[in-house]
């Protein structure tokens, strides 16, 4: 079946910590997104990639900082540089005319 | 004013009902738009794209209008299983493509 994938579901680190959010597709897209959502809010773009070693940040790039070695893998490290790392964190991959697709997502908690 | 705005709700309609929901955007330049469904905790997943012409899928149609800058969402027999937040999504074009996503609107259906 294809999909996207993100692990884990659950993440808890203590605050100064850098944890990389996994993310893989096996859709064939060209393009990946990763996106946050804080309760209330909707969702805001971080990182995206067109290509494979190319990538763009987003809207709220700072704290984070991403790869894209492989087509089908994306992940992201939330480093000890970003303020407010606890939310819901989304990875979604997409066709050429920008039908996303999401995975599960990953609650990251930082204490 | 917002890119994207949306009536948060929640909507509390009983089973049977039709529901309408408006996303009004304020970039005339956007080009493609989207409804997406997030049940609580979970993911969003892609409702269905929504057409110049506008388009339908079984009990939900979808509608654009251009001239004033909104597209809709009608669902018609509401069921149970249709609780949910409906995401509104606008693709924005220009010097880099954009989605921009609404916060949402809730339905809750009830008995």
């Known amino acids: 079946d294809g999909g996207i994938t993100q692990s884990p579901k659950y993440l808890f680190r203590k605050e100064g910590q850098n944890v990389t959010l996994s993310c893989e597709q096996n859709?064939?897209?060209?393009?990946m997104y990763w996106y946050r959502q804080d309760p209330g809010q909707g969702l805001r773009l971080i990182y995206y990639?067109?290509?494979?070693?190319?990538?763009q940040k987003g809207d709220i790039a700072e704290g984070y900082s991403v790869s894209r070695e492989k087509k089908e893998s994306f992940p992201l490290t939330v480093t000890s540089a970003q303020k407010n790392p606890t939310a819901f964190y989304l990875c979604?991959?997409?066709?050429?005319?920008?039908?996303?697709?999401f995975g599960p997502g990953t609650r990251l908690t930082v204490t | 004013r917002k890119e994207v705005e949306q009536d948060p709700g929640p909507f509390n309609v009983p089973e049977g009902a039709t529901v309408a929901f408006n996303c009004t955007y304020s970039?005339?330049?956007?080009?493609?738009f989207f409804w997406y469904r997030q049940d609580c905790r979970k993911e969003p997943k892609l409702l269905m794209s929504?057409?110049?012409s506008g388009n339908e899928d079984g009990r939900f149609t979808a509608q654009l209008n251009r001239a004033s800058q909104y597209i809709s969402l009608l669902i018609r027999d509401s069921k149970l299983s249709d609780s949910a937040t409906y995401l509104c999504?606008?693709?924005?074009?220009?010097?880099?493509?954009?989605?921009?996503f609404g916060t949402g609107t809730r339905l809750q259906v009830t008995l």
């Open positions: 979604a991959s997409s066709t050429r005319s920008y039908e996303q697709y």
């Open positions: 859709l064939n897209h060209d393009a």
């Open positions: 990639s067109q290509i494979v070693n190319d990538f």
């Open positions: 970039n005339s330049a956007s080009q493609s």
């Open positions: 929504v057409y110049s």
């Open positions: 999504v606008v693709l924005s074009t220009g010097t880099a493509s954009k989605l921009t």
